[in-house]
């Protein structure tokens, strides 16, 4: 897409899957910023508001909140610096990896406690099964 090609909102909505009223809650946000408009006040979009959308989506898909990438937001703007951004990146990606490291070892202790209960059943189950045929 050439610089000075601009994007209606149900162009972006198509490239980029999300809907219309999510394109237009992440600029409420601020995480969209400088949405430029044309007459009637009609949004318009270039290729910095469609890669930036596409930068959301993937941290939303690594489990970032809207918050989160909000704060990245802040801190670019704050420090205008990428490395400061990609560093705050780095660190709230370190704590998701490990929250869900231990969620991975609760859902694994919680699998191995319902196999348990389900042998448990599963006994209990034939034990009646066999009184019943006595």
């Not at 430029?36 to 959301?56: C, M, Q």
């Not at 918050?67 to 780095?90: H, K």
């Not at 919680?110 to 059943?121: A, P, S, T």
């Amino acid at each position: 897409m050439a610089n000075s090609q601009l994007l209606s909102i149900g162009a972006v909505c198509r490239a980029t899957g999300l809907s219309a009223r999510t394109v237009r809650y992440y600029e409420e946000l601020g995480l969209l910023p400088g949405v430029r408009r044309r007459e009637g006040a009609r949004r318009v979009y270039g290729e910095d508001e469609l890669e930036r959308l596409h930068f959301i989506q993937r941290l939303k898909t690594l489990g970032l909140s809207l918050a989160e990438i909000g704060e990245l937001n802040a801190v670019y703007a704050i420090d205008g610096s990428t490395g400061a951004m990609l560093e705050r990146l780095d660190e709230l990606l370190d704590r998701h990896l490990t929250g869900l490291a231990q969620r991975i070892e609760e859902l694994g202790s919680l699998r191995d406690d319902i196999q348990k209960y389900r042998d448990h059943v599963g006994a209990r189950a034939d034990a009646l099964v066999q009184e019943g045929s006595e």
